[in-house]
């Protein structure tokens, strides 16, 4: 079953604008990572927050955490064309061993 | 970084016949694969976890006489589904986690099968 469920479904914005995923699961983790994936690619490791984090930045890429709502949201400043992907949150779950992905964001960034 | 090579990207069969797909981590050791299908427009599912030199755990719902899992080495994986039919199509990807068992997992480029 799911463990994230992930909205909004579906984000078109322009280039140069910020997006933002949000990301919810149930039950307790370790560690909350997003993907990104290219339409009929493989998915691309973007960002692993852990548990005791609450924010995380890579480049471009704002990640925060708040365990006590099970919750988890992925901000893009500066938004490309090049951005144009589905984004997905998964956590480790099966005692940590395998990843259990939320439903997804697709993201499309106008010229 | 780790690399995961994933093959054919693409293949046709024919209902009833079989097509093996390939998942290879290409500069590390990987103990431990996972195989995920993918509808359009929709999430990955979890189908199984494959382990080197045992047998893979399917997830529920997941037949394995039909999606045989074969985890041969510390390199290859691979995932063979057998008497194909139409509503097996779909998008297949392999994942990989290494043996230092950190929190990232690298993914294959994907197989996109078209049952006929």
């Known amino acids: 079953s799911q463990q994230g469920e992930e909205d909004p479904q579906a984000l078109s914005i322009q280039e140069g604008e910020n997006a933002t995923m949000n990301c919810s699961y149930k039950?307790?983790?370790?560690?909350l990572q997003w993907y990104r994936q290219n339409s009929g690619r493989g998915l691309v490791h973007l960002i692993l927050?852990?548990?005791?984090?609450r924010e995380k930045h890579s480049g471009r890429l704002r990640v925060t955490l708040d365990t006590s709502k099970k919750s988890s949201s992925l901000l893009i400043t500066a938004s490309r064309a090049a951005d144009t992907a589905s984004y997905f949150c998964a956590t480790p779950t099966g005692g940590g061993n395998k990843l259990t992905f939320g439903t997804g964001t697709q993201l499309k960034v106008e010229l | 970084g780790a690399v995961v090579s994933q093959h054919p990207s693409r293949v046709i069969c024919k209902s009833g016949t079989s097509v093996k797909i390939e998942c290879r981590s290409l500069?590390?050791?990987?103990?431990?694969m996972f195989w995920y299908r993918q509808f359009p427009k929709q999430s990955l599912m979890l189908m199984a976890t494959?382990?080197?030199?045992?047998?893979?755990?399917?997830e529920q719902g997941v037949e394995k006489d039909k999606f045989l899992i074969n985890h041969a080495s510390l390199t290859l994986s691979t995932l063979t589904v057998t008497s194909a039919h139409p509503e097996d199509s779909s998008f297949y990807i392999c994942?990989?986690?290494?043996?230092?068992?950190?929190?990232?997992?690298?993914f294959g480029s994907g197989t996109r099968l078209t049952v006929v």
């Open positions: 494959s382990n080197e030199g045992s047998k893979a755990t399917y």
């Open positions: 039950t307790s983790i370790n560690n």
């Open positions: 927050i852990r548990s005791n984090e």
């Open positions: 994942s990989a986690r290494g043996m230092e068992g950190s929190g990232g997992y690298t």
């Open positions: 500069d590390f050791q990987a103990t431990t």
